[in-house]
C-alpha cells in the first residue's frame, strides 16, 4: 500500500522497509533512449534532482552499497537512465543530474525528451523521489521538472537531502515551502521526507515508503 501520509510511517512500515532493502540490489539495464528501456517487469521508482543534489549519497545510503552509486557515475552511464533490480521487488531509476548551469540548451533538450517520454509512457512506473537540497532555494530547473511530471501526469514526493547541514528553523521553513509547492502541483504528493546521507536520519522512513510502493 502506498504511503502518503507522516502518520502511515509506523514500526510495520519501517520494518516492510527494511526487510526490502536487506535484500539484494544490482544494476541490471541502462538506456540513454526510448527504444533502449528494459522490458517491463517490475514495478518502477525514479529517483530524479540537480546535479550535486545529493542523489548518489542517498543512493548509497539507502541501499547500504557503495557500488550502486558508483555505476551511475561511470563515464557514459551519467546520461542514461540507470536501473537497479531490489530484491526482484522494485526497480529504482537512477535518472540523470540536470541543472548544469552551463549545459547548452540541445543538453537540456535531450534530458527533458527522454524523461518525459519515459515519465509518460512508462505504464510500471509508480512514482518518482524528486530530491531538493535542504540549503537552497529550488531553482527553475527545479519547477520545469515539477511541471514534466504534472503533464506526465506521475506521482512525485519529495526528498529533501542534506538536512544535517540547516538548522531546524531553516528546515521548517523549507517544509511549509514545499507543503505550498505540492499545494499547487496535482501530481504532488504532500509527505515530505527530510533526509541525511551523512547522519542516516529519514533514511529508514524513505525506505519504508519505498517498500510501499514494491511488489
Ligand atoms: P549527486 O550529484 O546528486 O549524485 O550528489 P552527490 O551524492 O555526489 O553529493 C554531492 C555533494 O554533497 C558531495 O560532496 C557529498 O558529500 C555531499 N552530500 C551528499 N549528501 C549529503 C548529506 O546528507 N549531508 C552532507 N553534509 N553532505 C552531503
Known amino acids: 500500500m502506498p504511503i502518503t501520509t507522516e502518520e502511515e510511517i509506523d514500526a510495520d512500515a519501517i520494518e516492510a522497509g527494511r526487510l526490502l532493502f536487506a535484500g539484494s540490489c544490482d544494476f541490471y539495464h541502462g538506456a540513454q533512449r526510448l527504444d533502449q528501456l528494459p522490458p517491463i517487469s517490475?514495478?518502477?521508482?525514479?529517483?530524479?534532482?540537480?546535479?550535486?543534489?545529493?542523489?548518489?549519497?542517498?543512493?548509497?545510503?539507502?541501499?547500504?552499497?557503495?557500488?550502486?552509486?558508483?555505476?551511475?557515475?561511470?563515464?557514459?552511464?551519467?546520461?542514461?537512465?540507470?536501473f537497479f533490480n531490489l530484491s526482484n521487488r522494485l526497480a529504482l531509476v537512477d535518472m540523470p543530474g540536470y541543472g548544469y548551469a552551463q549545459a547548452a540548451k540541445s543538453v537540456k533538450?535531450?534530458?527533458?525528451?527522454?524523461?518525459?517520454?519515459?515519465?509518460?509512457?512508462?505504464?510500471?512506473?509508480?512514482?518518482?523521489?524528486?530530491?531538493?537540497?535542504?540549503?537552497?532555494?529550488?531553482?527553475?530547473?527545479?519547477?520545469?521538472?515539477?511541471?514534466?511530471?504534472?503533464?506526465?501526469?506521475?506521482?512525485?514526493?519529495?526528498?529533501?537531502?542534506?538536512?544535517?547541514?540547516?538548522?531546524?528553523?531553516?528546515?521548517?521553513?523549507?517544509?511549509?515551502?514545499?507543503?505550498?509547492?505540492?499545494?499547487?502541483?496535482p501530481a504532488a504528493l504532500h509527505l515530505v521526507l527530510p533526509t541525511s546521507s551523512e547522519t542516516g536520519a529519514g533514511i529508514a522512513e524513505l525506505r519504508a515508503v519505498l517498500a510501499g510502493l514494491a511488489a
Open 109 to 185: 533538450e535531450d534530458w527533458q525528451g527522454l524523461m518525459f517520454a519515459y515519465l509518460r509512457g512508462r505504464p510500471s512506473l509508480r512514482g518518482v523521489m524528486l530530491l531538493l537540497d535542504a540549503r537552497v532555494e529550488i531553482k527553475a530547473s527545479d519547477e520545469a521538472v515539477i511541471e514534466l511530471f504534472d503533464r506526465a501526469a506521475i506521482l512525485f514526493q519529495i526528498v529533501l537531502t542534506k538536512i544535517d547541514q540547516v538548522k531546524p528553523a531553516v528546515l521548517a521553513r523549507k517544509r511549509a515551502e514545499i507543503d505550498a509547492l505540492a499545494r499547487k502541483h
Open 42 to 82: 517490475l514495478p518502477e521508482v525514479a529517483f530524479a534532482g540537480r546535479s550535486n543534489v545529493g542523489k548518489s549519497s542517498l543512493l548509497n545510503a539507502l541501499t547500504g552499497r557503495n557500488a550502486l552509486a558508483r555505476v551511475s557515475s561511470t563515464p557514459g552511464r551519467t546520461k542514461q537512465l540507470n
